[in-house]
């Protein structure tokens, strides 16, 4: 096997690969005699007919799939004799692979980039750091008081904080559109469900027929819409104000404290406020790591990973709305240029930790590991049952892994770059966590 590597880019490498008919032919023969012991042929007992008759009736398919295989195996061989890193799937171009031609083909694909990390001492990461006093406690047990309201009818105008419910048609230009419409739906006013002018329109109206006219922001997501003036025929069928439960034994028992009443509740909160301070402080310092590297660091991306990512982050989004009820017309019409940045930000994240962790020799802890499958499965009714369903498949297990190995790759990160703790409230901690989601009135 003759091999020659042409560079026609950066990351781009053209793999000439000659093979001689010596090789496929000894396949070749070795194949027919094979089938000959078991061959059906007219006019022939099974397994008798004479070679030059098999070779006649299969030597076409027979080279076929030799040739396939031995292309398959020798640009395996190829790569790793010329020490290449392939990205992407090559794409082949057979120049030869005829009856006494030999196979001769040129194979392209792009090769990961060789990665030189900036000296990661000169990074700076900022890390949070959190107290969580009495007051965040109040705060805290007011939103749980809030979560679990009640609703009581009013004949008084609504107002910030009421929910309302209502029918309405939109038109724009006098035509409806698509998710414009809907009858009994539920506003609260001020949770920013519907665009900020629906919702600020209703604040302040009674209970009857409204017309409120809004304009669409110009960076809508459903670009049909963006910039568009819209009219809104609304029925406001029924004003509710909320109405906050008492905190006694009974709000007690629903978070698990059964006795011990306000004081066993307040550290009940607490606990939970910790837990929930410590994740959100993990995962904003992770994102310093990961931003810093980004700045300090250029990486040449192989354009295949970059639109495989692309299009993987397309798809689970259009999953993902499509499991909201978000109708597939809207899904379909978004493009993969909408993810190209994310897209480049995760592949050249990956290859920045990856190489962090060849050259570290990192490997996943299996404590570690262990212990974030039995997080995983806490939130399952049959914690055991999920952690078997994790160790019984490698590959899952692999996901688990390899999570761990990045939490591992930044935390070196920290332990050799300058970190400075940066003081935080509970509030501004737990901020960066919340995604405000802003629907068209569905």
Same mark, same amino acid.
């Given at each position: 096997m003759q091999v020659s590597v042409n560079s026609s880019g950066p990351l781009e490498r053209r793999v000439t690969v000659e093979v001689p008919e010596e090789q496929i032919h000894s396949q070749m023969k070795e194949r027919l005699q094979a089938i000959s012991r078991s061959a059906r042929i007219n006019g022939f007992r099974p397994g008798r007919a004479p070679l030059q008759v098999v070779e006649k009736r299969f030597a076409g398919q027979v080279r076929q799939e030799v040739v396939g295989e031995m292309l398959r195996k020798t640009f395996a061989d190829a790569v790793q004799q010329e020490k290449l890193r392939p990205a992407g799937r090559p794409v082949f171009d057979l120049t030869k692979s005829g009856p006494g031609e030999g196979l001769s083909y040129t194979a392209t694909f792009e090769v990961y980039p060789e990665i030189t990390l900036n000296p990661v001492q000169e990074l700076k990461i900022k890390r949070p750091v959190c107290t969580i006093g009495e007051a965040d406690v109040d705060r805290m047990i007011e939103i749980l008081r809030r979560q679990r309201r009640t609703w009581r009818p009013v004949t008084r105008p609504a107002t910030k904080g009421d929910r309302v419910a209502i029918d309405f048609k939109g038109t724009i230009d006098g035509a409806e559109f698509t998710g414009g419409s809907a009858e009994d739906f539920a506003v609260e006013i001020g949770a920013g469900r519907l665009i900020a002018g629906l919702e600020d329109g209703l604040n302040g109206k009674a209970v009857g027929e409204h017309v409120i006219e809004v304009q669409f922001p110009g960076n809508y997501h459903r670009t049909e819409l963006a910039g568009k003036q819209a009219r809104f025929e609304v029925k406001i069928k029924e004003v509710a104000e909320p109405v906050l439960p008492e905190l006694d034994e009974a709000f007690f028992s629903e978070f698990g404290v059964k006795e011990g009443g306000m004081e066993a509740f307040r550290a009940e909160v607490r606990r939970n406020m910790e837990r929930e301070r410590d994740n959100a402080s993990r995962n904003l310092t992770k994102q310093s790591v990961l931003d810093a590297l980004l700045a300090a660091n250029r990486v040449e991306l192989p354009k295949s990973l970059v639109e495989s990512e692309t299009e993987r982050l397309l798809h689970e989004m259009r999953h993902n709305l499509q499991s909201q009820g978000v109708? &597939? /017309?809207?899904?379909? $019409?978004? +493009?993969?240029?909408?993810?190209?940045?994310?897209?480049?930000? &995760?592949?050249?994240? *990956?290859?920045?930790? *990856?190489?962090?962790?060849? +050259?570290?020799?990192?490997? $996943?802890?299996?404590?570690?590991?262990?212990?974030?499958?039995?997080?995983?499965?806490? *939130?399952?009714?049959?914690?055991?049952?999920?952690?078997?369903?994790?160790?019984?498949?490698?590959? &899952?297990?692999?996901?688990?892994?390899?999570?761990?190995? /990045?939490?591992?790759?930044?935390?070196?990160?920290?332990?050799?770059?300058?970190?400075?703790? /940066?003081?935080?409230?509970?509030?501004?901690?737990? +901020?960066?966590?919340?995604?405000?989601?802003?629907?068209?009135?569905?």
């Open positions: 109708p &597939r /017309e809207h899904t379909q $019409a978004m +493009k993969p240029e909408a993810f190209r940045d994310q897209a480049v930000r &995760r592949v050249t994240l *990956g290859l920045l930790i *990856g190489e962090i962790i060849q +050259k570290n020799s990192l490997r $996943a802890e299996e404590a570690r590991v262990r212990a974030a499958v039995e997080s995983i499965a806490a *939130g399952y009714d049959e914690p055991a049952a999920v952690v078997k369903w994790y160790y019984e498949d490698p590959q &899952r297990l692999n996901d688990v892994q390899i999570a761990v190995l /990045e939490d591992q790759a930044v935390e070196w990160v920290l332990s050799q770059a300058q970190v400075e703790n /940066e003081p935080l409230t509970f509030d501004d901690l737990m +901020k960066p966590r919340q995604t405000a989601r802003e629907t068209p009135a569905q």
